[in-house]
């Protein structure tokens, strides 16, 4: 309710009012502005679970480290931030940029992982794309669950140069080489292990 109150505000917010607002305001913060975020499906948790699981045991004894959402990331890197965005997976290399306070990650991680919803696609694709390539986000994948499709966004010269793949196939991370991402095991549909009562 407050988050909605705030979206259809004119005014413009800071990452000091952003922790004002409370641990139950789940948004955004966008050059200021607020964007609410729903709830993820069962889907999307199992594919940002599939992909966090990849790169947390990749990175075992390397000094990069996996993180998942929720975890404020600021890319602005100031007091006066107006950018405070919850990425699905952060891959961070530096750990001088982890907040002191143990509230996040305070500048641009290395690798950001973004998997679309409905509500989030025009944030990820656009707003978001913007602005992890101002801020130097080396590698950053959209992962469609509903095409299976992966966009992957390399930062070269200060751009972004785009590739993108299907549903099947192995794909490297150009961030962390010898890593591959199998995309058959990422958009396999989720089972459960079922038990017979007897």
């Known amino acids: 309710m407050i988050a909605r109150q705030l979206e259809l505000n004119l005014q413009l917010y800071t990452y000091k009012d952003y922790l004002a607002w409370g641990e139950d305001v789940k948004c955004e913060l966008i050059d200021g502005v607020v964007y609410n975020m729903a709830s993820p499906t069962t889907a999307h948790q199992d594919l940002v679970s599939r992909?966090?699981?990849?790169?947390?045991?990749?990175?075992?004894?390397?000094?990069?480290?996996?993180?998942?959402?929720?975890?404020?990331?600021r890319l602005n890197a100031h007091s006066y931030d107006d950018i405070v965005v919850q990425p699905d997976v952060i891959i961070l290399c530096d750990r001088s940029k982890l907040d002191p306070a143990g509230r996040g990650i305070i500048g641009a991680p290395d690798m950001i992982i973004e998997v679309l919803s409905p509500t989030t696609a025009y944030t990820d694709r656009v707003l978001k794309h913007q602005k992890y390539m101002l801020a130097g986000v080396k590698e950053y994948w959209i992962v469609d669950i509903e095409n299976k499709l992966l966009e992957?966004?390399?930062?070269?010269?200060?751009?972004?140069?785009?590739?993108?793949?299907?549903k099947n196939g192995k794909v490297p991370v150009q961030t962390f080489p010898g890593?591959?991402?199998?995309?058959?095991?990422?958009?396999?549909?989720?089972?459960?292990?079922?038990?017979?009562?007897?």
């Open 51 to 73: 992909l966090w699981s990849i790169f947390r045991d990749f990175l075992k004894g390397r000094r990069c480290k996996a993180y998942f959402a929720p975890l404020d990331v």
């Open 179 to 198: 890593l591959e991402i199998d995309l058959a095991e990422i958009f396999a549909e989720d089972t459960w292990d079922t038990e017979i009562d007897t």
């Open 152 to 166: 992957v966004y390399l930062l070269e010269g200060g751009k972004y140069f785009s590739q993108k793949h299907g």
